[in-house]
């Protein structure tokens, strides 16, 4: 199939406008009748730069294509104010650590927060869609690791995880505890601290490698 670069934005165009899901150069290839990669990436970024301005973007997450609503006008099209799911500190904590060292996995994420982790607090994240199961690590015990979603970048606003802002930023922005602050935060009274479960107070579980 041959497509003039005029007539392959118009065929990419109406294939994401359709497409339940967003969608990767390469399938758009295979769509629209095995087209060169590099050429639908190239039209992609030329369709993307014609949607600057408009109301609707063609932007890309996580290297998947789709149209979405303009940030500046989103608020035109929310009927009713929103209901904010505020994240536990637990839960944030761990969302962070996961963004920027995935894939991890729950030993490795209470070694990194210095304490024991509940399930629940894993559970609340992926039920969100921003965290989910990556496969197990290849070492004894094989445990479950866990890595971000692209539904994560999408509600931050971020093309990849190179985004991610940096510690400089962070403590700029004043969403880092000063480093004595948060070591004493941490270890509270010297002993280990083991969170409640975010569903309801269950003990959580200690081993990893329990799903």
Same mark, same amino acid.
């Not at 295979?30 to 639908?40: E, I, K, Q, R, S």
């Not at 070492?139 to 866990?146: A, L, N, T």
């Given at each position: 199939?041959?497509?003039?670069?005029?007539?392959?934005?118009?065929?990419?165009?109406?294939?994401?406008?359709?497409?339940?899901?967003?969608?990767?150069?390469?399938?758009?290839?295979?769509?629209?009748?095995?087209?060169?990669?590099?050429?639908?990436?190239?039209?992609?970024?030329?369709?993307?730069?014609?949607?600057?301005?408009? @109301?609707?973007?063609? %932007?890309?997450?996580?290297?998947?294509?789709?149209?979405? $609503? *303009?940030?500046? #006008? +989103? !608020?035109?099209?929310?009927?009713?104010?929103?209901?904010?799911?505020?994240?536990?500190?637990?839960?944030?904590?761990?969302?962070?650590?996961?963004?920027?060292?995935?894939?991890?996995?729950?030993?490795?994420?209470?070694?990194?927060?210095?304490?024991?982790?509940?399930?629940?607090?894993?559970?609340?994240?992926?039920?969100?869609?921003?965290?989910?199961?990556? @496969?197990?690590?290849? %070492?004894?015990?094989?445990?479950?690791?866990?890595?971000? $979603? *692209?539904?994560? #970048? +999408? !509600?931050?606003?971020?093309?990849?995880?190179?985004?991610?802002?940096?510690?400089?930023?962070?403590?700029?922005?004043?969403?880092?505890?000063?480093?004595?602050?948060?070591?004493?935060?941490?270890?509270?009274?010297?002993?280990?601290?083991?969170?409640?479960?975010?569903?309801?107070?269950?003990?959580?579980?200690?081993?990893?490698?329990?799903?």
């Amino acid at each position: 199939m041959s497509e003039r670069p005029a007539d392959l934005e118009r065929a990419i165009e109406a294939t994401l406008f359709a497409a339940e899901e967003p969608m990767t150069p390469e399938s758009l290839a295979g769509h629209l009748g095995d087209l060169a990669v590099p050429d639908v990436r190239q039209a992609l970024k030329a369709l993307a730069a014609r949607y600057q301005g408009h @109301g609707v973007h063609l %932007v890309e997450r996580d290297r998947r294509w789709h149209f979405q $609503t *303009a940030p500046d #006008l +989103a !608020h035109l099209l929310r009927r009713e104010r929103e209901q904010v799911r505020r994240l536990s500190r637990a839960a944030t904590e761990v969302l962070a650590i996961v963004a920027y060292h995935e894939p991890v996995s729950r030993a490795e994420i209470e070694s990194i927060r210095g304490v024991q982790t509940s399930s629940g607090t894993l559970d609340v994240l992926m039920e969100a869609g921003w965290v989910r199961v990556a @496969g197990r690590r290849e %070492v004894p015990g094989r445990p479950v690791i866990y890595a971000t $979603t *692209a539904e994560f #970048l +999408a !509600h931050f606003g971020l093309s990849s995880r190179r985004d991610l802002p940096g510690i400089d930023e962070l403590k700029a922005a004043g969403l880092l505890d000063p480093v004595d602050d948060a070591f004493d935060a941490l270890m509270g009274d010297g002993e280990d601290r083991v969170e409640e479960d975010e569903g309801g107070g269950n003990s959580p579980e200690t081993d990893d490698n329990k799903a």
